[in-house]
């Protein structure tokens, strides 16, 4: 079955919520305290979830991928973060699939969405951070024409340390 990927609406943020919730005590046990994972909240993440679209007048683009009219995902992107690159750097801020649909094409064709607004708007590198220990974002990442640039960032929850990479990936 064939995947949709088109900009996101308000209507998709209770699905938006689901997946980022679903996705990150999916993508991270083991990475980061399970009692923070515990208490994410799909209702509590609904809020934000608007409050991040709203953001689309600042240059963040969100994105969503269907699957027979059901959001299996979701993409961020846009101005990239920290100071240290020139203001065209783009950085995708979050992917992620529902764990029901990792495998079936749903974070592939988010990815090539991405890649390909990016390229044609004339954005020369996107960026991504990634957790230096979730060795399947990594290779998902990779596989997508990413590599890891050297940079590295502390990030910590709950006191544990979860340090990041910055993925890069030159498009012109």
Known sequence: MDVYVREMTEADCPAVAEIRVLGWQFAYAGLI???YLDAMSVIDDRERCRDRLARAAQGVVA???ERAGTVVGWASFGPYRDGDLPPTATE???LYVHPDHIGTGAGRALAAEVVAR???????RLLLWVLKGNSRAR???????FAPDGAEEPFEVEGVP???VRYARTLH
Not at 118 to 124: D, I, L, M
Not at 139 to 145: M, P, T, V
């Open 63 to 65: 994105l969503v991928a």
């Open 162 to 164: 979860v340090p990041e």
């Open 139 to 145: 290779r998902f990442y990779e596989l997508a024409g």
């Open 92 to 94: 995708l801020y979050a």
């Open 33 to 35: 305290p399970q009692s």
């Open 118 to 124: 990016c390229s044609a708007s004339g954005t020369p």
